[in-house]
């Protein structure tokens, strides 16, 4: 009876993800809408060599690459906290073009993410890695996110690895907290915050 039972369940959970996701995406579309800066686009790639899950994560932002890139690297902020997503936000330190920062996130282990951040201006890309991953309850976390012009606005694109207990499902779940809902909602976020920013950094050289 157990046998069976077991047997069913991945049949059930595939179910009710299809239907999540069916479900989801009228108000994915409407918060895309909402935001006025285009699509957010968002696929899963091929793993690296670890295993483990890996996404591409695409949008465009409504503001110059130049003021992007300020604000995307204005690592000691007080509006990360803003993201309904980070509950606490520290800068830690910037050694060369390298740049420590810790956040809590409002779900997942209470415990502080460490992240390392390269920042490499010439080519408006950067580089981050999850430098406590056995803390976190993760095996690794890293990726890189490349600043782009378009259309008088900037395209953002970031790849990301990764791999926790949990990660197929977290990547495949399309309901309030899957990493559909959390990329989406995170696209979006920058795309409102940097608009609402935009005074702040136009003019910082």
């Known amino acids: 009876m157990k046998t069976a039972a077991r047997q069913h369940i991945p049949v059930l959970t595939l179910v009710a993800m ?3 996701w069916i479900c989801s995406v009228p108000a994915i579309q409407a918060d895309q809408a909402k935001a006025g800066s285009g699509a957010i686009r968002l696929e899963r790639i091929a793993a690296g060599d670890k295993g ?7 949008y465009h932002v409504n503001v110059p690459p130049a003021v992007f890139w300020k604000f995307k690297t204005d690592f000691d902020n007080e509006f990360v906290t803003d993201n309904r997503y980070i509950r606490e936000h520290h800068f830690i330190q910037r050694i060369g073009n390298e740049v420590i920062t810790e956040n809590k996130y409002t779900s997942g282990p209470d415990v502080f993410f460490r992240w390392r951040t390269r920042v490499f201006p010439g ?4 580089a981050f890695t999850l430098l ?3 803390q976190c309850n993760q095996d690794f976390h890293y990726g890189t996110i490349w600043i782009e012009p378009e259309n008088g606005g900037t395209r953002v694109t970031q790849e990301t690895f990764f791999d926790f207990w949990g ?5 495949h779940n399309p309901w309030k907290g899957g990493m559909k809902d959390f990329l989406t909602y995170t696209a979006r976020w920058e795309q409102e915050t940097a608009l609402r920013l935009l005074h702040r950094y136009r003019d910082v050289k």
């Not at 483990?52 to 695409?58: P, S």
């Not at 080519?123 to 950067?126: A, F, G, K, N, S």
Request: hydrophobic share 45%; aromatic share 14%; no cysteine.
């Open 132 to 134: 406590n991953p056995q």
């Open 18 to 20: 299809l239907v999540g």
């Open 52 to 58: 483990g899950q890996a996404y591409r994560l695409v």
């Open 167 to 171: 990660a197929t499902f977290w990547a």
């Open 123 to 126: 080519e408006h890309r950067l």
